[in-house]
């Protein structure tokens, strides 16, 4: 049997389990199923079916051996997915005749049928709850388990909200009347990608961007909805690690870039989203890239300035206390944040907004149904030009236009990876434009940190009440003041030209989309 499925999924602390299965909504449904399943999912040992953006599974449950193959689905909130199951005898998946997540192709080659095995299991007890309102029927279901791939294993807790009849609005109403009173986590990552991640060692590491699977053809709107989405699991991998008080500075680093990389996308496609509800997503994630910026300002200027500056420097170990002591208020500020029911409330609009948010309805909108090529080619030559014509003046700006300059070269260059897929056979035009970007935004980032670093210290000795700098602070403020003497000696004309030189580069390149 073949049907699609759609479903939002939740991380949920075991702590809170309680009032979960207390909630009202959940009482009203009467009582609730329990059953355990263990799903063995299986691929070749290169992934093949996953690379394929396919997901092979075999479950079993009540005595009851369940083949899925199902489409991985895009990490966009309401997950989408086409899904083929049927009961087989063996343990062993049965692929002949499936014509599920565009299979066919793939699977004619024996190969891949005779390479595949077992690669990691889902263990988990499910609790599930049956709603039905007017003419939705919903389930709601927690999943308490372990995946476990080779000698890597994660517990899970999580709950999945699927619609089983019904219009997507009564999806988030659900969710939304759940999570109003139980602290539910947005997820969008997978039990399969759970498993394949555990399987190659990523689940508990930093992640970076990786490439958005855009394909030529496909409108506008749903580009920015694809790349909004892979934008969100990007930051929410990391913000699990910082929750977890995994605080390495290359998860913040990872977590504000991804935040970085989902407002340069609003920007460019700011001809779709120019409504109300956007305006409030945007600034709710600026609220949150602020205090991400806040720490990372205080890593860098711990890492790359004072705790690189001459040691014999009378007061620097002073002075690296008290960074470091505002650093971690920093991240505690954040932390906090990020456990909020603000912040909750951010991730709930965020994932109705990508689903079912107001720009996606405006039907009359040519730019929402602009084939993504047009949209992206007009849009990369307008900001192109539009940072060009202030690159070529960074020799006259002050400190804060060359910020300026510097925010708009990296926003570009986010918006230059996000299209690799769509011009593909320009890739080495696209390879050469995104490195000038980065060189142009390398040279004016180190100005702007040694800027940031300066008026920070500088701003240190008018915060230091009188009575402590004459009890034991003036060492400390010593040593600010000779690190910031050092950083005014910064050679910037020298960054200067190596921003213009590149600016002067890009100029001269053919465009990548023409």
């Known amino acids: 049997m073949s049907e699609q499925e759609r479903e939002l999924k939740f ?25 355990h399943q263990r799903s063995v999912y299986f691929d070749t040992d290169h992934d093949d079916l996953w690379q394929a953006g396919a997901v092979v599974r075999v479950r079993h449950q009540d ?14 909130a309401a997950t989408e997915r086409d899904e083929e199951e049927r009961d087989i005898d063996g343990d062993f998946p049965d692929l002949s005749g499936t014509r599920a997540a565009g299979l066919a192709r793939l699977l004619k080659k024996r190969k891949i049928r005779d390479r595949l095995a077992a690669r990691f299991e889902v263990d988990v007890d499910r609790e599930t709850w049956t709603l039905r309102e007017d003419s939705a029927e919903l ?21 999945e909200v699927e619609l089983k009849r019904g219009d997507v609005a009564s999806l988030y109403e659900t969710a ?18 759970r498993g394949y991640r555990l399987l190659h060692n990523d689940w508990d590491r ?20 694809m790349v909004a989405a892979e934008c969100m699991k ?11 008080k995994n605080t390495g500075v290359e998860v913040v680093h990872q977590a504000r870039v991804a935040i970085r990389r989902l407002r340069a996308a609003l920007t460019f496609f700011k001809e779709l989203v120019s409504d109300e509800q956007s305006a409030s997503i945007k600034r709710e994630l600026k609220w949150i890239s602020d205090l991400l910026g806040e720490a990372r300002d205080l890593d860098v200027l711990k890492s790359d300035i004072v705790d690189a500056a001459d040691g014999s420097t009378p007061g620097r170990k002073a002075l690296a206390a008290e960074v470091e002591r505002r ?52 849009e990369l030559k307008r900001h192109t030009r539009k940072l060009l014509k202030r690159a070529f003046h960074l020799e006259e700006f002050d400190d804060r236009a060359r910020h300026r300059v510097r925010i708009d070269a990296k926003k570009l260059r986010y918006i230059t990876e996000f299209f690799a897929a769509v011009f593909p056979s320009r890739q080495g035009r696209h390879e050469k434009f995104r490195d000038l970007l980065e060189d142009m935004q390398t040279a004016l980032g180190e100005i702007n940190d040694r800027v940031w670093a300066h008026d920070f210290l500088g701003r240190l000795a008018h915060e230091i009440p009188r009575r402590d700098k ?23 004309d020298k960054l200067v030209r190596r921003a213009s030189k590149a600016a002067n580069k890009l100029a001269k390149l053919a465009p990548f989309w023409g």
């Not at 990508?354 to 909108?365: F, I, T, V």
């Open 206 to 225: 930093p992640q970076k961007a990786w490439p958005v699977p855009l394909k030529r053809g496909m409108t506008s709107a749903d580009a920015l909805r």
């Open 327 to 378: 650093r971690r208020a920093a991240y505690q500020r954040l932390t906090q944040a990020l456990g909020s029911p603000r912040y909750r409330r951010l991730l709930f609009d965020f994932a109705e907004w990508m689903d079912e948010g107001a720009w996606r309805k405006q039907s009359g909108d040519s730019a929402t149904h602009e084939p993504i090529e047009d949209f992206a080619a007009d």
């Open 63 to 76: 005595g009851r051996k369940v083949q899925t193959v199902k489409s991985a689905g895009v990490a966009v």
């Open 176 to 193: 939304r009347r759940l999570g109003a009173d139980v602290p539910l986590h947005l997820n969008l990552v997978s039990k399969g990608e």
């Open 11 to 35: 991380d949920i602390d075991v702590k809170d389990i309680p009032d979960l299965e207390a909630h009202p909504l959940l009482r009203q449904a009467g009582s609730s199923d329990r059953k």
């Open 470 to 492: 004459v009890d034991g602070q003036s060492v400390m403020l010593f040593a600010a003041g000779e690190i910031g003497r050092d950083l005014e000696r910064t050679d910037k």
């Open 139 to 159: 389930e709601v279901a927690l999943d308490r388990g372990r995946v476990a791939a080779g000698v890597a294993a994660s517990d899970l807790c999580e709950v």
């Open 234 to 244: 990007q930051f929410l991998l990391n913000e699990r690690l910082l929750l977890r």
